[in-house]
C-alpha cells in the first residue's frame, strides 16, 4: 500500500510539474513584439529584422510581428498599423519611425494603453518613449564629415543627398555633416536635396545635380541606397573623381567601398538594432530597468576594414 502511495505521489507531482512547466511555457509565449520598420523592400530593414527574431529565438517564448509599408516611407501606413498592433493588445512596440512628429501620437497612445515602446534606428519626437536603440547620428556625420574633409585635402565642392527631411535621422545627420564641413572654409556644400532614402530617387535626383554642378569633388548620401544610386548616376555620366560616402554599413555599401566604387560609410550596426531592441522590450515587461539609450555601430568602414566587416554577414548574402 505504501508502496502505491508513493507512485501515485510521484505520479501527482510529475503531473504538477508538467502543467507548471506548460502554464510558464504560456506565459512566455504571450510575449509578442511588434516590430515597425520603414518599407519591406529596403535591404538594411531585413537586416534589422533579421537581427530582431534571432535575439527573439535566442530569449525564447517571443514572438516577433513584422509591420512593414509597401511603400518606402509612407507615414499613412506605419500609422494605421501602429493602430492595429495596439487593438491586438501585443506586449510591446519596437519601432524606426518613418517621420518622428508625425508618429508620436500614435506612439503615445500605445504607452497610455499600457504598451511599452523602444524606438530602434531612428528616434520619435515623444517624451515616453522607454529606450532608443540606435547611434548617434549627430556624432556620426560630424565623424563621417570630417573624415570626407581630410580625404578632400578641405577644400572643395560638396553635394548632400538626404534621406526624409521629416525623420529624426536625416536632421541628426545633417547637423553633424553641417557642423564638420563649417570647421573648413574651403569646403563649400553646392546643394542638399532630397531622395527619401530610396536609391531609384537618389539616381534621379544626382542626374539632375551632376547637370547642374560641374565641379563637384564629393557626395554625401545619408544612407547606402542613395550613395549606390548617386555611384550609378556618376558612373552613368562618365564622372570621375567624386568620392562617396553612404550611412548604414549594409553589405550593399560595403561591397561597393570593396569595389572602389564609394569611398566610406557608418556601421549603424543592423543586427544589434533589431537585436538589442528586441531584448530591450523583453527586458521592460519583465519588470527590469534598462538605459534610455542603448548604442550600436559607430564606426567608419572604408578600404582599410571593409573585408572584415563584411564577414558580419555572412552566409547572409
Known amino acids: 500500500m505504501r508502496k502505491v502511495v508513493c507512485i501515485m505521489l510521484v505520479l501527482l507531482c510529475a503531473v504538477g510539474m508538467s502543467v507548471f512547466a506548460a502554464a510558464q511555457q504560456e506565459t512566455r509565449q504571450e510575449i509578442t513584439i511588434g516590430l515597425f520598420v520603414k518599407d519591406s523592400t529596403t535591404p ?12 527573439a529565438a535566442r530569449i525564447g517564448g517571443v514572438k516577433v510581428i513584422e509591420y512593414a509599408p509597401i511603400k518606402q516611407q509612407d507615414i499613412e501606413e506605419q500609422l494605421r498599423q501602429v493602430e492595429d498592433a495596439i487593438q491586438r493588445r501585443i506586449s510591446a512596440i519596437a519601432i524606426a519611425p518613418i517621420d518622428s512628429n508625425a508618429i508620436a501620437p500614435a506612439l503615445e497612445k500605445a504607452v497610455k ?6 524606438t530602434t534606428n531612428t528616434r520619435a519626437f515623444y517624451d515616453g518613449i522607454t529606450s532608443f536603440v540606435g547611434v548617434d547620428n549627430i556624432d556620426g556625420g560630424l565623424m563621417l564629415g570630417k573624415y570626407l574633409a581630410e580625404k578632400m585635402n578641405f577644400t572643395g565642392n560638396i553635394v548632400i543627398v538626404e534621406g526624409n527631411p521629416a525623420g529624426q535621422t536625416n536632421i541628426d545627420r545633417m547637423e553633424g555633416f ?18 527619401m532614402f530610396r536609391r531609384d530617387q537618389a539616381m534621379s535626383v544626382m542626374e539632375n545635380i551632376l547637370q547642374t554642378h560641374s565641379k563637384i569633388d564629393a557626395v554625401v548620401a545619408f544612407n547606402d541606397e542613395m550613395a549606390i544610386g548617386a555611384v550609378q548616376a556618376i558612373e552613368a555620366a562618365g564622372r570621375k573623381g567624386i568620392m ?5 554599413g549594409a553589405p550593399e555599401g560595403i561591397k561597393a567601398i570593396i569595389a572602389g566604387r564609394m569611398l566610406a560609410t557608418l556601421n549603424q550596426g543592423p543586427f544589434e538594432q533589431g537585436g538589442f531592441a528586441v531584448r530591450a522590450a523583453v527586458d521592460v515587461i519583465q519588470g527590469k530597468t534598462i538605459s534610455k539609450w542603448i548604442t550600436t555601430g559607430g564606426n567608419i568602414i572604408d578600404a582599410k576594414n571593409a573585408e572584415t566587416e563584411l564577414k558580419r554577414f555572412d552566409g547572409l548574402l
Do not use: C, H, M
Open 113 to 118: 494603453a499600457g504598451i511599452p515602446v523602444i
Open 244 to 248: 562617396v560616402t553612404g550611412f548604414d
Open 178 to 195: 553641417k557642423k564638420a564641413f563649417a570647421q573648413y572654409p574651403n569646403i563649400k556644400i553646392l546643394t542638399s536635396q532630397p531622395a
Open 44 to 55: 538594411y530593414w531585413r537586416y534589422l529584422i533579421k537581427g530582431a527574431k534571432d535575439e
